[in-house]
């Protein structure tokens, strides 16, 4: 366990070896590249109620239509 | 184009593409509300008419809309509005949502209760700082029903590591449920929930188009959180085993025993969930791959995986297909027909019991599509868009009383504002 845990550090200390120079980061400043989450807080609050395994998080309150 | 016009207008351009540049990863990490509504490129044909700098005052309204087959309809208005500025490295913001809930559905109904309606109230407040490489964000929220009141707040540190290609963060939340019965207040009856919320991630610039998410969360739950509404239905263990997925009320009723009694659920859940999500910009389009894995003390195991494809019609439309596939299994404790076994010295009903079919083995899909339309030049100081979206939901029940499918309708339409 200890040793996947390491090579997955690893990996993720050398995927991003890719130099980006600032005037060339026009697409990750793009809006579309910075949503958080596609859904909106109606909708998330929706999958929330509705899937056991979505809920959790700290707006899954009730409010599910459910009895 | 003037050479000094030219040369003045492409430093504009610079500056606004390393201040979003910035604000992308933090904007990874937001806690509410979507992507803010950034100056992006200067559109052929425009002009900027300002420098970069100073602070934006942001607003939003949505109205969304839910109606399933088992009928339940819920209407959602809600406003936000804040104020940023990425030079100085802040963002303030609150929103303020209702919930109106109408139900009848059919374990509603199964129990002859009539139609019912509730409204929830919920505000919250957020915010973050951080002008140089460490940055800080925490938010607040209050959720309010006649039976339930939520109160929660976290915070969420972050860091832009190796020249801001890297950032990593950190967040904790804290959650206090009361939850309590409609017809009694608080004081006579009340069960709290705690919930601690762990997170930890990072995003990783993979190239000059792509950015790599990966995080985790653990959420450690303790208290009753049984529905105080929920009766189970009991059957013996012959009449158990005539009970299809699916079953109808009638014959639910026609087979179960006469003891109906609450539901009651472990009283502690700890649950575990990774995330990995992939962005990819190319010249006109945004491709959004994400996957996310959950496990929890309960027994629960899901996997919920979704697609989105941004495309850019035209300078001032964007459209968004996107599907979603979600997959649960059951409870450890999860039973369609619970049995009774009848001992010398009494009636033994399961100790752990729950009729909630969203604790139970699950399936669905989601299919929607979104309209962003900016209403002004993207470089405007004051910037005008209209988001309209509808998704449509299918979910299968796989071993469930009453209902095996739902098909559902979710649609939203906003309008977001920032001003200079």
Known sequence: MKKRIVVLLVALATASCTRVAPYRRGRLAHPSMAQPSSAGPGEQHMRAVQEGAVGGDLDATSGCGCN | ?420
């Open chain 2, 1 to 420: 184009m003037r050479p000094a016009a030219a040369a003045a207008t492409e430093r504009v351009r610079h500056a606004a593409m390393t201040r979003a540049a910035a604000a992308l990863v933090c904007g990874l990490w937001a806690w509410t509300g979507g992507a803010p509504l950034a100056r992006a490129e200067i559109p052929a044909g425009e002009t900027a008419d300002q420098t970069a700098g100073g602070a934006t005052i942001e607003g939003s309204a949505e109205l969304s809309t839910y109606a399933d087959s088992d009928n339940v309809s819920v209407l959602t208005p809600t406003v936000r509005a804040g104020i940023r500025d990425d030079t100085a490295g802040y963002r303030l913001g609150a929103r303020y949502l209702v919930d109106v809930v109408s139900a009848a559905s059919v374990d509603i109904v199964s129990t002859a209760s009539s139609r019912w309606r509730e409204v929830r109230h919920a505000l919250s407040v957020d915010g973050e700082y951080g002008p140089g490489d460490v940055r800080g964000a925490g938010s607040a929220s209050i959720s309010v029903e006649p039976d339930y009141l939520s109160l929660s707040a976290g915070v969420r540190p972050s860091w832009k590591l190796d020249d801001d290609h890297i950032t990593v963060a950190v967040g904790y939340a804290l959650g206090h449920d009361t939850i309590g019965r409609a017809d009694a207040p608080f004081a006579v009856f009340h069960r709290t929930l705690v919930r601690h919320q762990l997170a930890a991630g990072a995003s990783l610039v993979l190239g000059p188009a792509s950015v790599l998410w990966l995080g985790t969360d653990a959420v450690l739950e303790r208290g009753d959180q049984s529905k105080p509404y929920r009766y189970v239905p009991m059957f013996d263990p012959a009449a158990a085993a005539r009970i299809p997925a699916g079953a109808s009320p009638d014959l639910v009723n026609a087979l179960r025993r006469d003891e109906r009694p609450l539901e009651h659920l472990p009283t502690e859940r700890n649950r575990y969930a990774a995330t990995g999500r992939w962005l990819h910009r190319s010249s006109w389009a945004t491709l959004r791959i994400e996957e996310r894995l959950y496990s929890d003390s309960w027994g629960q195991l899901a996997t919920t995986t979704g697609v989105g494809y941004a495309m850019d019609v035209s300078s001032r439309t964007t459209l968004t297909p996107d599907v979603r596939f979600h997959l649960q299994s059951g409870t450890s404790f999860w039973r369609r027909a619970p049995v009774v076994a009848d001992t010398g010295s009494g009636t033994v009903i399961p100790r752990l019991r729950t009729g909630d079919r969203e604790l139970g083995p699950l399936a669905t899909v989601t299919a929607g599509l979104e309209l962003k339309i900016l209403l002004t030049g993207s470089y405007a100081t004051t910037r005008l868009a209209m988001v309209l979206r509808v998704a449509g939901l299918h979910t299968a029940f796989r071993d469930a009383l009453f209902i095996s499918q739902r098909q559902a309708v979710f649609s939203a339409a906003g309008f977001e504002g920032a001003f200079e």
